[in-house]
């Protein structure tokens, strides 16, 4: 009999501990980017405004007044 360590096959010593740490490491930062992606992903999917969208939004905040945007609006179009 080897022992306790070298039966249990779940014994890795201690090269076999740091490669272990260091795959749960990889795992757990590929989940925490794929989580950063997807949460990028759902923010810009709603900011696919128009140009128009965007000009009317200026016109309604006040920031052009109606001449500005009628213009702007016709170089649009």
Do not use: C, H
């Not at 096959?9 to 794929?34: H, Q, S």
């Amino acid at each position: 009999m080897m022992g306790y360590f070298y039966d249990n096959p779940f014994y890795f010593g201690g090269v076999g501990m740091i490669m272990m740490v260091f795959f749960w490491g990889l795992v757990i930062l590929a989940i925490v980017a794929l989580v950063r992606w997807a949460i990028s992903q759902t923010a810009g999917a709603g900011s696919s405004k128009s140009a128009l969208d965007i000009l009317k939004e200026r016109y309604a905040k006040g920031e052009i007044n109606k001449k500005e945007f009628e213009t702007k609006k016709k170089d649009l179009e």
